[in-house]
């Protein structure tokens, strides 16, 4: 059964950083593309970043990018989400997601979330 | 605002048919990319419903399916039930972008 399981989610004030992590189970992590879903407060889906199974190709949203940086460890199943500068706007349920097929972005496995608040 | 657009809501009773648009651009739809579409219940993390455009994941029953047309794309559910009552999302590619995209979301509300 796959699982993807998020933490690293709390309260923090804008300007500083946190670190996102989503541990991965029940699949051949380094066979995926991983992404990185928010949704904020009563609001849509928003795709933050995504990286393929060797981290060749590293693509941001405009909203983060620069700010942001995604990475995998796949000797630990492990996804990653370094967030810096952090601002209100970035308070949102960040979901760890797995890609269905290489290449055609569709998310087939999704784990429950990490809450992230940015507020003083 | 969402690079796709879709309708705030939907309604329909049960047994009927609806359909959800989402309207790209020649940088996304138009171009070829494919389009997906996500079905999230309250509280809940995204289902995918359909992949590849017209493509149901195991699982997902014939009742829904996808379509597309130049520039948009559409997700159509028959026979509606009240277990379809949810938020539903369409996601592509944008190469203008470089990266995903999802549409705004549609709020169905079963009658």
């Known amino acids: 059964e796959v699982q993807l399981v998020e933490s690293g989610g709390v309260l923090v004030q804008p300007g500083r950083s946190l670190r996102l992590s989503c541990a991965a189970s029940g699949f051949t992590f380094d066979d995926y593309a991983m992404h990185w879903v928010r949704q904020a407060p009563g609001k849509g889906l928003e795709w933050v970043s995504g990286i393929s199974w060797n981290s060749g190709t590293i693509p941001y949203a405009d909203s983060v990018k620069g700010r942001f940086t995604i990475s995998r460890d796949n000797a630990k199943n492990s996804l990653y989400l370094q967030m810096n500068s952090l601002r209100a706007e970035d308070t949102a349920l960040y979901f760890c997601?797995?890609?269905?097929?290489?290449?055609?972005?569709?998310?087939?496995?999704w784990g429950q979330g990490t809450l992230v608040t940015v507020s003083s | 605002q969402s690079v796709l657009t879709q309708p705030p809501s939907v309604s329909g009773a049960p047994g009927q048919r609806v359909t959800i648009s989402c309207t790209g651009s020649?940088?996304?739809?138009?171009?070829?990319?494919?389009v997906h579409w996500y079905q999230q219940l309250p509280g809940r993390a995204p289902k995918l419903l359909i992949y590849g455009t017209t493509n149901r994941p195991s699982g997902v029953p014939d009742r829904f399916s996808g379509s597309r047309s130049g520039t948009s794309a559409s997700l159509a559910i028959t026979g509606l039930q009240a277990e379809d009552e949810a938020d539903y999302y369409c996601?592509?590619?944008?190469?203008?972008?470089?990266?995903?995209?999802f549409g705004g979301g549609t709020k169905l509300t079963v009658l």
């Open positions: 997601a797995k890609e269905a097929l290489a290449g055609n972005w569709a998310i087939d496995y």
């Open positions: 996601q592509s590619y944008d190469s203008s972008l470089s990266g995903v995209v």
């Open positions: 020649s940088s996304s739809i138009g171009t070829g990319y494919d």
